[in-house]
């Protein structure tokens, strides 16, 4: 029996990455972390920032919007969300979100936490001050395959 240490993060704390869909996340519990049962990220993005429409096959994606607002595209259905809202998508259901006001927070919950090496395949550490990395959905795409934690069924449906 393998038994975990705690983690506690302040505000503030967590490795930080640019994302290459855009946008920052800051890792605030790994899978190693969990013991593999979840992967909490924060995303902080700008208006017009779009993800592909993409399933996860192995793991279901909790939305909780801290601040801003988001438009979801559930399985071909569009749905707003703002700051106090939440969103559960289980794993295999096609889905995507634009970001609609000028920047957003959103709590990103994976469970199990699986797909962090797809995550950390698709971007790059982000030491305070650093600048963001261009978008590039052909990475996004690469690190996908390699991983088979997402897979991409349609480009942004916004």
């Given at each position: 029996?393998?038994?975990?240490?705690?983690?506690?993060?302040?505000?503030?704390?967590?490795?930080?990455?640019?994302?290459?869909?855009?946008?920052?996340?800051?890792?605030?519990?790994?899978?190693?972390?969990?013991?593999?049962?979840?992967?909490?990220?924060?995303?902080v993005g700008e208006q017009?920032?779009?993800?592909?429409?993409?399933?996860?096959?192995a793991s279901d994606e909790?939305?909780?919007?801290?601040?801003?607002?988001?438009?979801?595209?559930?399985?071909?259905?569009?749905?707003?969300?703002?700051?106090?809202?939440?969103?559960?998508?289980?794993?295999?259901?096609?889905?995507?979100?634009?970001?609609?006001?000028?920047?957003?927070?959103?709590?990103?919950?994976?469970?199990?936490?699986?797909?962090?090496?797809?995550?950390?395949?698709?971007?790059?550490?982000?030491?305070?001050?650093?600048?963001?990395?261009?978008?590039?959905?052909?990475?996004?795409?690469?690190?996908?395959?390699?991983?088979?934690?997402?897979?991409?069924?349609?480009?942004?449906?916004?």
């Amino acid at each position: 029996m393998t038994t975990l240490a705690a983690t506690v993060r302040d505000h503030g704390e967590g490795e930080r990455r640019w994302f290459s869909g855009g946008g920052l996340q800051t890792w605030l519990a790994t899978s190693a972390e969990t013991g593999g049962a979840f992967l909490l990220i924060e995303f902080v993005g700008e208006q017009g920032k779009v993800t592909p429409l993409h399933i996860h096959p192995a793991s279901d994606e909790t939305f909780y919007l801290l601040d801003g607002e988001i438009l979801l595209d559930l399985d071909g259905k569009k749905r707003g969300l703002s700051a106090g809202g939440v969103a559960v998508v289980p794993r295999g259901i096609p889905h995507a979100f634009k970001v609609v006001s000028p920047t957003t927070r959103i709590l990103t919950i994976q469970t199990p936490g699986t797909d962090e090496a797809f995550y950390r395949l698709a971007s790059e550490p982000a030491p305070e001050g650093s600048r963001p990395i261009p978008v590039d959905f052909d990475r996004i795409r690469e690190a996908a395959e390699q991983t088979g934690a997402i897979q991409i069924v349609g480009p942004p449906p916004f």
